[in-house]
Nanobody
Framework: QLVESGGGLVQAGDSLRLSCAAS???????????MGWFRQAPGKEREFVAT??????YYADSVKGRFTISRDNGKNTVYLQMDSLKPEDTAVYYC???????????????WGQGTQVTVSS
């Protein structure tokens, strides 16, 4: 399973770091899987945020330069460092695991339950 943590209520300009821990034999070895972050705001479709695989990263234009995805394979964990947060970043953030790096949600096989991020103006 994938378990996200680190969400919360912050003000515009603040930072948050989300974590997503993977557990279970299905995800071994963790290093061979691509990890992604997606988000879904109320009334909107789920959208791609960032992905990482074998050290290669890719970001949505809306977060490029503000968000950083990283992973610690020894801890089976992926992180999303979010800086210079904006009110439009408010959403439920989901981590996902899949066979290859992709910005397409359906390419991921496993999903976490989501963590709420709220950015006030």
């Amino acid at each position: 399973q994938l378990v996200e943590s680190g969400g919360g209520l912050v003000q515009a300009g603040d930072s948050l770091r989300l974590s997503c821990a993977a557990s279970g034999r299905t995800f071994s070895p963790f290093s061979t899987y691509a990890m992604g972050w997606f988000r879904q705001a109320p009334g909107k479709e789920r959208e791609f945020v960032a992905t990482i695989s074998y050290g290669f990263t890719y970001y949505a234009d809306s977060v490029k330069g503000r968000f950083t995805i990283s992973r610690d394979n020894g801890k089976n964990t992926v992180y999303l460092q979010m800086d210079s947060l904006k009110p439009e970043d408010t959403a439920v953030y989901y981590c996902a695991l899949g066979p290859s790096r992709s910005a397409v949600a359906r390419q991921y096989n496993y999903w976490g339950q989501g963590t709420q991020v709220t950015v006030s103006s």
